[in-house]
C-alpha cells in the first residue's frame, strides 16, 4: 500500500474533527473492504481515522421494541448475540453468514453499511427491517440511505454510529451466495411486523432495493406461493461473470420465497 | 525393529516442523544486505513498447538498479527454453517463439514482464515503479481458443502469423475413419475443457544471492525440480558454468505443475544478484500468482466414438485445440499430445483411435501441466463419451465399460502405450460396492420427493505416470532425461541419510521415502532423514511432477540400497569369516545361511568406517552408495470414481452428496499419505467440474478472475465427506511394485461428476453442461431442455 497517516481517536468527538481537519482521510471500520483495496494500491488516502478504539460505537441493545446495534460491532458479534437472537433471530442468522470466520471477526455493522457493497447482505437486513442509521449528525430512515452503487447519503464529515431495528412479527433472509467472494449473488431479507411486510434483495442490482409487489402479495397472505409469480424485470439488474441479469432476475422470485418460508418456519 | 512399515500409515515425520511454524520457505530466507524487486507488469495484453522510461523511478527513493529487456538484451541474456520440441503433421518442427525474461518490443499477455525495480525496501520498489512511464501503443488482443486461427486474428507472434504452434496427431487415421463409416452408432460431443490457476498456496518466490569471491551464485526459489532450474537457466539463460550456481529449493507450500517451470523472475534476480552485488528477493504476491503463475487445460475438443449394437467400442476420433497462451512454458508443448492423445485409450479395448491436436499462441498467460496434466483432458474426452453412448444404447454403464475393459495384459493401445498390468474389473467393482450403486434408484427417488434431481455419475480412468524411459521420450522430443538419482549415506553408527532428487512440496516423501529405506535396512524411521532441494547436497534430480516421485525416485533408492546391501554382504562375509555367498540379507540383518551367526547393519556400517577388521585390500572403505534408475515404461495407476449429486432445479444449484474413489496405485507405502493425496486431487477435479474457471475478457484480454472474489477455488463446505478404497495390483516393472499416486482425483473426478450432472438431467432431455457446471449453466440447460420440449 502506499504510505499515509494513522489517527485511531478515542471517543467520536474527536473522530469528527479530525475528519474536518485532516485532508483526504478516509475512515477505518473493520478493514475488510478497505484494506485489501489498499493493498492493491487502488486507493491511496492521505491519511487513515481508525474508529477502532471509540467504544462509545460498540455494543448491542434490546429495548422494548427496538433493538440497537452499534456501528462498530462486529459481524461475529451480531452472530453470537443472545439479544439479536431474541430480537431478530433472522438478523444474527445473516451476520453468520457474511463473508468468512475472518472478515466475520473483524468486519463491523457500519462500515459495511457505509461501504453499501452491492452484494453486501447487511443492507438487505436494515432496508427489509426498515430500520434507522443513526450518525452523528441524524437519523437517517433505511429507505433514504441507500443512494446507489458504492453510494449513500451520508455526507463528509458524517460517521455512522448505530443502527436501530424495530422487532418483526417474523423475518427471514435467504441467500444465493457467490462460491468465490460469498457475497451475494441475491440475497432476499423479507420481514412482517403487524401486517408491514418488507422485501429487501442484495446483489441483484448496483444497489439494495424493495419488491413492492412482492410486498403486497405478502400483505394479503404472508405465504411463498403468493409471490411465485412475482417476477422482478431484468432490465436493470447486474450481469456479470458470475450471473446474468436474467439469473439473477430469476433467482430473486425463488430466494424471496425460500425467504417467507423460512420465516413462516421461524415462528 | 523389524516390523514391516512399507504399507502403514506412520505419521508424517514433517509434520512437527511445519505445524509449529519450523518450515523454512523461501520467502524466510533473509541474507544480510538483502534487496526487495518488483516486477512492473503490461496491463494491455497486447501492446507495442514505444519506449520505456525509468529516470524518474531511478531517483526514487531506496532504488537499487532498475533493468529492463533492453539491459538484458545488451547483456546477451537469453530466452526461456521450451523442454519439449513436438515434430507436427507436416514434418515441421513447432514454432518457437523467443520468451525473453523481459518484455522487447512487445508485451503479449496482461502481467507479462516489463522491468525490475530493485530497492532497499519492497514498498520503495513498488512505489518506483509506479513512476516507471511505459509508452504502449495497445494492439488488438486475441484471447479464446476458438478466435486464435480465425483469418484475420492479430498475431502473437511474428514467426506464427496464423498463431499455430504446431499441428500433430496420432494414430491410424485411415483406419479410425473406415471404423466409423460402417459403425452402427456414433456417440459425438463437443466441449472445452476449462482453463484453471494452479493456486499453491505458497505463491512463487525467489533469493538470488552472488558470491565476488568465487564468482558464484546461490538461488533460493519454489521449484518442484531444483536441477532442473539450474540447467536451463544456466545453459540456455545465463550463460553460466552450471557448477557455480547452487540451487535450492527449501520446504516448498505446494506445486501442482506451476512450480515446474523456469520462470523469468527467478532468472531475471539471479542476473541482477551480480549485477547489483547483493542479494535479490522477489515474493509473488497472490494476484501476481493469478495472473502469471502458468495456467492449466484450456482445450476445446471435437469427440466421437463409433460403437457397434452390443456398445463395443470401434473407434474413437478427437480433434483438440489447445491454448498454449502467449508464450512456450517450459512443457507446454508436450502437455496436449504427449500426456493427452495418449491416454485415450482410457481402460478400454478400442482398437483403433486417431488424435489431432492443433497448439495455438493467443494473449493469455502461459498454459503448461496443472496436476494431471493432459490425462484430466483425455479422461473427461473417453468418459464424457463413454457415459453418453451408454445412454444413447440404453446401456448400464458399468455394463458398457465392462464389455470395453482391457483384460489381459501387457496390453499394447493403438495410441503407443504399452499398460503393464491392471485390474478394472476389481476397481469397478469395489467402488459399485463402496458408492452403494446399488441404493441409488431408491435414494433418488426419495430425493424426487423433496424436489430435488439425483444423479449418478462415473468415471473409470486410467493415467501414465513415472514418465519414460529417456530414450523413448528423447525420440518423441524430450530434451532432458526422465530418470531419478538417489544416494544412501548410511553413517558409522547405522543411521541413515537418504539424498533424493525427487522434490517434496507436500507429498511427505520424508515420510514416505523414510519408510521405505527402514524398511529394507531394517532401522527405526526415526534414524532416517530424506534430504531433497539443493544442487549442492543431491548428485543430480530430475525432480517431481507427474506422479513420479515413488516409481522413480523410489525406485533410484531402491537401487542404491541394492548396492548398499551388496557392499554390505562382503564386510558381514569378512566379519563372520564365510563366503559372500552364504550371507543372507533379510531387513537389516546379515546372517550366514542356515547358522545364528549374523551382523546388523550397524555394526557393518561401523565396520565400513573404523576399518580395522576389513578387507581393505579389495574392499574401500565406508557405505555410501548412489544409483539412478531410468524407468523402462510408464507405470499406469487406473481406478473407478463414482460421483453422485443432488441438483436443485430452482435455482440450479449442484450438490455432491457423495464420492467415491477406488484407485489402484500399486503396492501403497503410506496408506494415511496416500488418502490424503486422493482427497486433494478429487478437492481439485471437483473445482473445475463445478466452480473454477479462469476468464479473461474476450476482447481486451484483461485477466477478470484475477483474485479469490471472482475465482472460486472449493472450500470444504463444497466437499463431501470422500469414499475412497484402493486395489492393489503391483507395477510389474519397478521393485516397489508402486505407480504413484499424486494426480489420480484431478484425473478421475471431473468426468464422473458431470456424468452425474447429466445423469440427473437426462430425463429432462439434457445432454450436457460446460465445465464449470455453474449454477446458472445447469439452470439454463434444464430451461433449454424444458423449452425444446
Redesign the interface.
Known amino acids: 500500500m502506499h504510505a499515509f497517516s494513522y489517527h485511531r481517536p478515542a471517543t467520536l468527538k474527536e473522530a469528527v474533527s479530525l475528519l474536518r481537519k485532516v485532508e483526504n482521510a478516509k475512515l477505518l471500520a473493520g478493514g475488510q473492504s478497505l484494506i485489501p483495496v489498499l493493498k492493491l494500491r487502488l486507493a491511496s488516502p492521505a491519511a487513515m481515522i481508525d474508529l477502532g478504539a471509540i467504544e462509545e460505537m460498540r455494543g448491542i441493545k434490546l429495548e422494548g421494541e427496538t433493538l440497537t446495534i452499534g456501528a462498530l460491532t462486529r459481524h461475529a458479534e451480531v452472530a453470537a448475540s443472545k439479544d439479536v437472537a431474541i430480537g431478530i433471530p433472522a438478523l444474527a442468522r445473516l451476520a453468520d453468514g457474511i463473508g468468512d470466520r475472518q472478515v466475520r471477526n473483524q468486519g463491523t455493522l457500519g462500515g459495511a453499511l457505509a461501504n453499501n457493497d452491492p452484494a453486501a447482505d447487511y443492507p438487505a437486513a436494515v432496508l427489509g427491517l426498515g430500520a434507522t442509521v443513526n450518525t452523528n449528525k441524524r437519523a437517517i430512515g433505511a429507505d433514504r440511505f441507500f443512494t446507489g452503487l458504492f453510494e449513500t447519503v451520508l455526507k463528509p464529515g458524517e460517521i455512522i454510529t448505530s443502527v436501530a431495528f424495530p422487532l418483526a412479527n417474523r423475518a427471514a433472509y435467504a441467500k444465493f451466495r457467490n462460491p468465490a467472494s460469498r457475497f451475494a449473488i441475491v440475497g432476499v431479507f423479507v420481514s412482517e411486523a403487524a401486517g408491514n411486510v418488507r422485501v429487501a434483495v442484495t446483489g441483484a442490482a448496483p444497489c439494495v432495493f424493495r419488491v413492492k409487489a412482492m410486498e403486497r402479495k405478502l400483505a394479503e397472505k404472508f405465504a411463498p406461493d403468493s409471490i411465485a409469480r412475482v417476477r422482478v424485470p431484468p432490465d436493470n439488474l447486474s450481469s456479470d461473470i458470475h450471473a446474468s441479469a436474467e439469473y439473477r432476475a430469476h433467482l430473486v422470485t425463488v430466494m424471496a420465497q425460500r425467504a417467507v418460508e423460512a420465516a413462516l418456519a421461524s415462528k | 525393529m523389524n516390523a514391516p512399515l512399507i504399507g502403514t500409515s506412520v505419521k508424517r515425520k514433517e509434520d512437527y516442523r511445519f505445524l509449529t511454524g519450523g518450515g523454512q520457505y523461501t520467502d524466510d530466507v533473509m541474507l544480510p544486505g538483502q534487496t526487495c524487486a518488483c516486477f512492473l507488469r503490461s496491463p494491455h495484453a497486447h501492446a507495442r513498447i514505444r519506449s520505456v522510461d525509468t529516470e524518474k523511478a531511478r531517483s526514487a527513493p531506496g532504488v537499487v538498479a532498475i533493468f529492463t529487456g533492453d539491459d538484458l538484451a545488451k547483456a546477451k541474456v537469453g530466452g526461456l527454453p521450451c523442454g519439449w520440441l513436438i515434430t507436427g503433421v507436416n514434418g515441421q518442427p513447432m514454432k518457437e517463439p523467443p520468451h525473453p525474461p523481459l518484455a522487447q518490443g512487445k508485451v503479449r499477455y496482461v502481467g507479462d514482464h516489463v522491468a525490475v525495480v530493485i530497492a532497499e525496501t519492497l514498498?520503495q520498489a513498488?512505489?518506483a515503479a509506479?513512476l516507471i512511464e511505459v509508452d504502449y501503443e495497445a494492439l488488438p488482443a486475441v484471447v479464446k481458443v476458438a478466435d486464435a486461427r480465425k483469418p484475420g486474428a492479430p498475431a502473437v507472434h511474428d514467426i506464427a502469423p496464423d498463431n499455430t504452434c504446431y499441428v500433430w496427431a496420432l494414430g491410424d487415421k485411415a483406419a479410425v475413419d473406415k471404423a466409423f463409416a460402417s459403425a452402427q452408432h456414433v456417440t459425438a460431443l463437443e466441449f472445452i475443457n476449462n482453463r484453471l490457476i494452479p493456486n499453491a498456496i505458497e505463491p512463487r518466490a525467489a533469493v538470488a544471492s552472488y558470491s565476488r569471491s568465487d564468482d558464484s551464485y546461490t538461488l533460493y526459489v519454489t521449484s518442484q525440480n531444483p536441477h532442473v532450474a539450474r540447467l536451463l537457466m544456466t545453459a540456455f539463460v545465463l550463460g553460466l558454468p552450471e557448477h557455480k550456481v547452487r540451487v535450492i529449493a527449501p520446504d516448498v507450500g505446494g506445486g501442482f505443475g506451476s512450480k515446474i517451470y523456469l520462470y523469468a523472475e527467478e532468472v531475471v534476480i539471479t542476473w541482477a544478484s551480480k549485477q547489483i552485488n547483493r542479494p535479490v528477493k522477489w515474493t509473488a504476491e497472490r494476484?501476481e500468482s493469478f495472473m502469471s503463475d502458468a495456467h492449466g487445460r484450456d482445450h476445446l475438443t471435437k469427440a466421437e466414438l463409433a460403437l457397434d449394437r452390443n456398445g463395443k467400442f470401434l473407434a474413437m476420433r478427437v480433434t483438440t485445440t489447445a491454448n498454449m497462451g502467449a508464450y512456450l512454458s517450459t512443457f507446454a508443448s508436450c502437455i496436449p499430445t504427449i500426456l493427452y492423445a495418449t491416454l485415450l485409450a482410457g481402460q478400454y479395448t478400442t482398437p483403433a483411435i486417431y488424435c489431432e491436436v492443433t497448439a495455438v499462441f493467443t494473449n493469455t498467460a502461459p498454459v503448461d501441466a496443472y496436476r494431471g496434466a493432459g490425462r484430466p483432458e483425455a479422461t473427461y474426452v473417453v468418459e464424457r463419451l463413454v457415459d453418453t453412448a451408454a445412454r444413447e444404447l440404453g446401456m448400464d454403464r458399468s455394463e458398457i465399460r465392462r464389455r470395453n475393459f482391457i483384460k489381459e495384459f501387457p496390453y499394447q493401445t493403438p495410441v503407443a502405450l504399452l499398460y503393464d498390468t491392471g485390474n478394472y474389473d476389481a476397481t469397478l467393482t469395489e467402488a459399485l460396492k463402496l458408492a452403494d450403486v446399488a441404493g441409488f434408484e431408491a435414494r433418488r427417488q426419495e430425493a424426487e420427493k423433496r424436489g430435488k434431481l439425483r444423479g449418478l455419475g462415473y468415471s473409470t480412468y486410467i493415467e501414465a505416470c513415472g514418465i519414460a524411459p529417456s530414450n523413448v521420450a528423447g525420440s518423441l522430443g524430450a530434451r532432458a532425461g526422465l530418470f531419478e538419482a538417489g544416494e544412501i549415506r548410511v553413517h558409522p553408527t547405522g543411521t541413515v541419510t537418504v539424498f533424493t532428487g525427487s522434490h517434496s512440496h507436500g507429498q511427505g516423501h520424508e515420510t514416505t521415502f523414510a519408510q521405505v529405506v527402514a524398511d529394507r535396512l531394517g532401522i527405526p524411521l526415526e534414524n532416517v532423514d530424506i534430504v531433497h532441494g539443493d544442487t549442492g547436497r543431491i548428485l543430480f534430480g530430475m525432480g517431481t511432477y507427474g506422479s513420479r516421485s515413488i516409481a522413480v525416485g523410489g525406485t533410484a533408492i531402491m537401487k542404491a540400497l541394492d548396492k548398499i546391501v551388496a557392499k554390505g554382504k562382503k564386510i558381514a562375509a569378512h566379519l563372520l569369516e564365510a563366503a559372500e555367498a552364504d550371507i543372507e540379507y533379510d531387513r537389516g540383518t546379515f546372517r550366514v545361511a542356515g547358522t545364528d551367526r549374523k551382523k546388523t547393519i550397524a555394526e557393518v556400517a561401523f565396520a565400513a568406517y573404523v576399518p580395522h577388521n576389513y578387507p581393505l585390500d579389495k574392499l574401500e572403505p565406508g557405505l555410501n552408495e548412489s544409483a539412478f534408475y531410468d524407468p523402462t515404461n510408464f507405470t499406469f495407476p487406473a481406478g473407478s470414481h463414482l460421483c453422485e449429486v443432488e441438483i436443485d432445479p430452482?435455482?440450479g444449484?449442484t450438490r455432491i452428496v457423495n464420492f467415491t474413489a477406488v484407485d489402484d496405485f500399486g503396492k501403497v507405502i503410506n496408506p494415511m499419505i496416500v488418502e490424503g493425496q486422493v482427497h486433494g486431487g478429487l478437492a481439485q477435479g471437483i473445482g473445475q467440474a463445478l466452480?473454477e474457471a479462469c476468464?479473461y475478457d474476450p476482447e481486451s484480454g484483461q485477466l477478470?478472475?484475477g483474485t479469490?472474489?471472482?475465482?472460486?477455488?472449493p472450500r470444504a463446505d463444497?466437499l463431501p465427506s470422500f469414499k475412497v478404497g484402493t486395489q492393489e495390483t503391483p507395477c510389474t516393472h519397478n521393485p516397489l511394485g508402486v505407480k504413484g499416486c499424486g494426480e489420480a482425483g484431478a484425473i478421475g473426478a471431473p468426468a464422473a461428476v458431470i456424468n452425474a450432472i447429466v445423469d440427473a438431467l437426462a430425463p429432462l432431455g439434457v445432454r450436457d453442461v460446460e465445465m464449470p457446471a455453474?449454477?446458472?449453466r445447469v439452470?439454463?440447460a434444464i430451461r433449454a431442455a424444458k423449452a425444446k420440449k
Request: hydrophobic residues 30%; proline residues 4%.
Open positions: 514498498n513498488k512505489d509506479e494476484s430452482e435455482t444449484h466452480l476468464v477478470l478472475t479469490y472474489m471472482d475465482y472460486a477455488l463444497d455453474t449454477p446458472e439452470w439454463r
